[in-house]
């Protein structure tokens, strides 16, 4: 797949900014699983870990779109 601008209502949108929102939403969904099963209680810092798993799901999500 190729990288191209989309078209939203007359702003072109660089693909990347759509990757990170779909990211975003992704680490916010693992975030609530995590904390709903207490698992937040075993990280030595838990913004350092969201940070880090956000990281973790923008890189995948990119190595995916790019194949």
Do not use: K
Request: proline share 3%.
């Amino acid at each position: 797949m190729r990288f191209v601008e989309v078209n939203l209502f007359g702003v072109y949108v660089a693909p990347m900014a759509a990757l990170l929102l779909v990211a975003w939403i992704c680490t916010i969904a693992l975030r609530m699983a995590a904390d709903h099963f207490g698992l937040l209680r075993y990280v030595w810092h838990p913004a350092l870990f969201i940070a880090a798993v956000y990281m973790v799901v923008l890189s995948s999500l990119v190595l995916f779109m790019a194949r």
